[in-house]
């Protein structure tokens, strides 16, 4: 079997890249030819990129790869050309949490609930990672097009073994790290609170490190505060090697409830984490917004660390990621579902082809038509600032 991934190449940037790069290793792993197209889609622009990337064991394909493959896998979208033609099945992985899919509409243009409410009948499949999220996406989806695939984590790469991070002299004890990006739905905001009040009540000689920070400019200055007051210590927008900075941390904070990459990646190379409220991966944890309580999750987390509870011991972390997030149990589950798709996959006429793309057609020019109102809104709004939008 062949399996085109279209997505965008982006190491080290997007976590849903690592989430496409694992999912074709674990599909590899099942003898399935799965290979990566690269795909630019930014505003205005929809094409596989010509160049041919190399990351680590992963080397793109060009786009006629795609040509005789048995099945496509959208992440971020595949040309027209393989959209409407009918010969392929095509599958749609569904990668963003469904609150954050649909305010991503309701904050900028990137309408994504609207997209796949528009084109569930265009795919043959729908592809979560997360059995929490069924619920939400059925209500858009025919049920019976909706298929878990657990969400996994190359163990190899994230693991106890190998060099760490050194934080030199912005070390702390315990080194508190957050990771997550600033979401529409979930941000960072309040868990980098709660740290830092567990360091002004409880523990003097924490330290904090903030990656992945938006390079926008209320987030970058709210991290120069916070560190100008002394319990910030690194602070990056990216890093590579994101393995050596999990086995250098004491703690992994995260407003998170899911198994997250940040989630996945730090219990497999066995650091500790406080999480959102209820989340099975972690023992600490509460609602972020809460931030005494959560300070106190984080001062039960180092106490529990410092006394070698067999729960926060790196063993015991590692052979719970090594039996929740195997590539071997996603390989398993992706190939069926992408044996299934193939089966009763059967192309379309040139008629229904057509009828495609007039559909698509149209929505193109309703979305131009929602734009040019919303500018026209804006513009008249700020019409007595001498602004205008074009």
Known sequence: MKAAHFSRFAPNLSGQYGTVKDLIKAERQQGIDARLISIDSSPGVEFATAKIHTDDWLTTEKIEWADEADILVRHVLVPQKYMYSGKQPKVMCLHGRPENSFLLGVYTRNDVYRTVQSERDTWDAFISFWDEHIFHWSQLIDKSKLNYVPAMCDLEKFCPEGPKRDFGENSGSPNIVIVDQWREDTTPFNVLHAALLFREKYCPTAKVHIYGMMKKDPIKNLAKWLADQGGIGDRKSTISRMAETYRAADIIVTPHVIATRVIREAMACGTPMVT???????????????????????????????????????????????????????????????????????????????????????????????????????????????????
């Open 276 to 390: 959102g409220g209820g989340s099975p991966y972690s023992m600490y944890g509460c609602d972020p917004r809460n931030i005494e309580e959560y300070a106190v999750e984080i001062k039960k987390c180092w106490a529990d660390i410092k006394a070698n509870k067999p729960h926060t011991e790196t063993e015991c972390l590692v052979a719970k990621a090594k039996n929740l997030f195997n590539l071997e149990q996603t390989g398993v589950a992706m190939k069926k579902v992408l044996e299934k798709v193939i089966a009763n996959h059967r192309p379309e006429s040139k008629e229904y082809a057509e009828r495609q793309e007039n559909s698509r057609a149209a929505r193109r020019r309703e979305m131009k038509s929602q734009q040019k109102q919303q500018r026209g809104m804006v513009n008249q709004h700020f019409a007595g600032a001498g602004v205008k939008i074009k």
